[in-house]
């Protein structure tokens, strides 16, 4: 199982609403983040999970919260967020190794999970 | 974060021909480089990756070129393809294990 899944594909939220995107992964990837991408930009970085404990967070506003309740389960709770919030969010896993392999750096990104917020 | 760009955000080709995007990097101490494909509506696809130890490297119809001295990585595509048509991004890995992307180059193919 080389997947990474997200859900929900498509999410419409209001401004005081609390919702929460969810990813799952089953590679035993120890590393998980989550990515926001607008439209014909490149992915923003926004947090890095390592061994389920968050190792970076990039300056991302609280109205973003991570969360990693076990090493398969990546969440994004999302609460009073703006319309300029409304992008895609992407995560993505990859194998978390402090020793150097090319081949296993990669990150594994899922489909997305296309957030309006009215 | 870091900085990663390109320096063309379109490039037509015709089909059959070879194409070269290429990215820049800011971070000298970068490790590892990547890039990804990423098709209209879906998550950005693995393509092939290089580490910063070398300068080279090939894979089916792909070849990434590393040079390190001014901070450039080139994505040659051999007999470009229809299904090619995508947007293309190079990513590094900073030191947390965290990658940052570039710019990103649209690619259009043209039959």
């Known amino acids: 199982d080389t997947e990474v899944t997200q859900t929900p594909k498509h999410l419409v939220m209001g401004m005081t609403n609390k919702k929460s995107l969810k990813c799952e992964q089953h590679?035993?990837?120890?590393?998980m983040y989550w990515y926001k991408q607008k439209a014909k930009k490149p992915p923003e970085l926004m947090f890095v999970?390592?061994?389920?404990?968050?190792?970076i967070n990039e300056s991302v506003p609280s109205r973003f919260s991570p969360e990693c309740p076990n090493s398969s389960l990546l969440n994004l709770h999302l609460h009073a967020l703006q319309p300029e919030d409304s992008a895609l969010y992407l995560c993505?896993?990859?194998?978390?190794?402090?020793?150097?392999?090319?081949?296993?750096?990669?990150?594994?990104f899922g489909e997305g999970s296309r957030l309006t917020v009215l | 974060g870091e900085s990663v760009g390109l320096h063309l955000p379109t490039l037509s080709v015709q089909e059959g021909d070879n194409s070269i995007i290429n990215c820049a990097y800011s971070?000298?101490?970068?490790?590892?480089f990547i890039w990804y494909k990423q098709e209209s509506g879906k998550g950005p696809q693995f393509i092939i990756d290089i580490r910063s130890n070398m300068d080279k490297r090939q894979g089916q119809r792909v070849t990434v070129l590393l040079n390190k001295t001014v901070k450039h990585l080139s994505l040659q595509i051999a007999a470009t393809q229809p299904g090619d048509s995508a947007v293309y991004f190079c990513a590094e890995r900073g030191s947390g294990n965290q990658f940052y992307f570039g710019t990103g180059t649209s690619l259009t193919v043209i039959p």
């Open positions: 999970y390592s061994y389920e404990k968050l190792s």
């Open positions: 971070n000298s101490a970068s490790d590892y």
């Open positions: 993505a896993s990859s194998r978390r190794t402090e020793s150097f392999d090319a081949n296993t750096g990669e990150l594994f």
């Open positions: 590679m035993g990837h120890r590393a």
